[in-house]
């Protein structure tokens, strides 16, 4: 159909029946319809992402941090052989990273790498000649017989779990 047709007969040809120039009716959105998706798709994706943080930061704040693991069965952690007196370790026990320390003889502690400040993972350190349990992060520096935190933002202690010394091994509640 030609344009001097369609103004004689007062028919509209197919490109005159489609919003902002879209090829053909049918073909697919136009490009306003795809824009207007698209905006409405990034909106509730960035509405989504805070809605985790959210969340995140509500596990990770320290009101919400238990002081104490309350588990299910003594679980075998680490050898005394490998533990020393006055020593501290980290161990992988059924797919968790647990600080050990061992003070004396028949005592051990044991407490979660997780910090209690924003979730990263402490691990066993000498600061200015004293053991620690450090965290990178940010520098919080916790006791490594209760836990507690003594430098650093951390305001709470790590989470301990219950700890014995059983035979020639370490036992850990989990």
Not at 48 to 75: F, K, M, Q, W, Y
Not at 103 to 110: C, L, T
Not at 121 to 128: F, G, H, L, Q, R
Request: charged share 15%.
């Amino acid at each position: 159909m030609t344009s001097a047709h369609q103004a004689s007969t007062g028919a509209a040809g197919p490109q005159d029946q489609h919003d902002a120039g879209a090829p053909c009716d049918g073909c697919g959105p136009s490009r306003r319809s795809f824009l207007e998706r698209g905006t409405l798709l990034g909106a509730v994706g960035v509405a989504g992402t805070l809605g985790l943080t959210a969340c995140t930061d509500e596990i990770r704040a320290e009101d919400n941090a238990p002081s104490h693991h309350v588990g299910g069965s003594p679980t075998p952690a680490i050898d005394l052989a490998d533990l020393p007196v006055g020593g501290m370790t980290s161990v992988m026990v059924e797919g968790r990273t647990l600080l050990i320390s061992r003070p004396a003889e028949d005592e051990v502690h044991a407490f979660s790498a997780v910090c209690t400040h924003q979730g990263c993972t402490v691990a066993p350190a000498t600061e200015n000649g004293e053991e620690v349990f450090a965290c990178p992060c940010h520098g919080s520096h916790f006791d490594v017989a209760t836990g507690a935190p003594y430098g650093g933002p951390a305001q709470k202690p790590l989470t301990e779990y219950t700890a014995t010394v059983d035979g020639d091994r370490v036992l850990v509640t989990l």
